[in-house]
């Protein structure tokens, strides 16, 4: 990927509960810089936000809960439904959180940023990134996973699932995979080995 005059920038990726939040805690360890686009997501439609009153103005205060911030599960529902409106939502929030995200690589002072994005796959904004690492399971451990940490059923866990790159796509833009069907050691350590390989860089 081309290299902009900023820090050095690696995109994180991997499906839904393949343990992106995991290897981005071991990142921590070290002298990087953590950016994570849920994270950004969650700010940018605090109450009173350009990005919430945006997505009022296209859905309706019924997205809203009883103290006037996001009813995410309202949104989901939403989203997992009609994917029309999943583009809609995603046209008004992208922006949004891309441009926070670029902000902060900019600013940033570690050796080089680890920036946490779970649809990079199927998003095309962001090319400026230096490189790419996949968090990679099967979508057997992924299903199981899914159902174990958000008490869903089975349709809307391949649901959800579906909605995104498939594991082939997502190991296509990979730069470097980390596999997470391994113990939290095993992790620790490839994290501890692609830590001297981005410092390196």
Known sequence: MSHKAQNYSIGLTG???SGKSAVSRFFEAYNCTVIDADVIAREVVKPNSVGLNQLI??????ILNSDKHLDRAQLRKIVFNNKDQLLKINSILHPLIQSTIQARVKSAN???CVVVIPLL????????LDRVLVVDVSPETQLERLLKRDSIDNTL?????GSQCSRKQRLAIADDVINNEQSLAELKNGVKILNRLYKSL
Do not use: L, P, R, V
Request: negative net charge; hydrophobic residues 30%.
């Open 157 to 161: 866990a391949q649901k959800m699932m």
């Open 15 to 17: 499906g839904i509960a």
């Open 110 to 112: 570690g050796d080089y």
């Open 121 to 128: 796959c199927e998003s095309n904004d962001y090319k400026w």
């Open 57 to 62: 103005d296209a859905f309706g205060t019924h």
